[in-house]
């Protein structure tokens, strides 16, 4: 018991505490691309998500972040919706 009690409280706690962290990380990306298709236009909002050809790993892991935010909060809609008509 001593070793789960361990595991818990060191590793997975800090990795879901990570993982929200950059869940929020990808929603306030998704909250900004959003303010910039609605005033200067989708083909400007998608240039700021879409990383270049030379990019950086980090353009690459905003986009990840944006992706996986995107799905995790439709997927917190779905469980609720489906809570909700239970």
């Known amino acids: 018991m001593r070793l789960r009690d361990f595991l818990v409280a060191?590793?997975?706690?800090p990795l879901t505490l990570a993982a929200w962290c950059l869940v929020l990380?990808?929603?306030?990306?998704?909250?900004?691309?959003?303010?910039?298709?609605?005033?200067?236009?989708?083909?400007?909002?998608?240039e700021s998500l879409a990383p270049a050809e030379d990019a950086s790993v980090w353009a690459w892991l905003n986009l990840v972040c944006a992706a996986v935010a995107l799905v995790v909060w439709a997927g917190a809609a779905v469980?609720?919706?489906l809570n909700r008509r239970a």
Not at 10 to 13: A, D, P, T
Not at 27 to 45: C, F, P, Q, R, Y
């Open 10 to 13: 060191n590793v997975l706690r």
């Open 25 to 46: 990380w990808g929603t306030l990306l998704l909250v900004l691309v959003a303010w910039k298709a609605a005033t200067a236009g989708l083909v400007a909002a998608r």
């Open 79 to 81: 469980v609720a919706w």
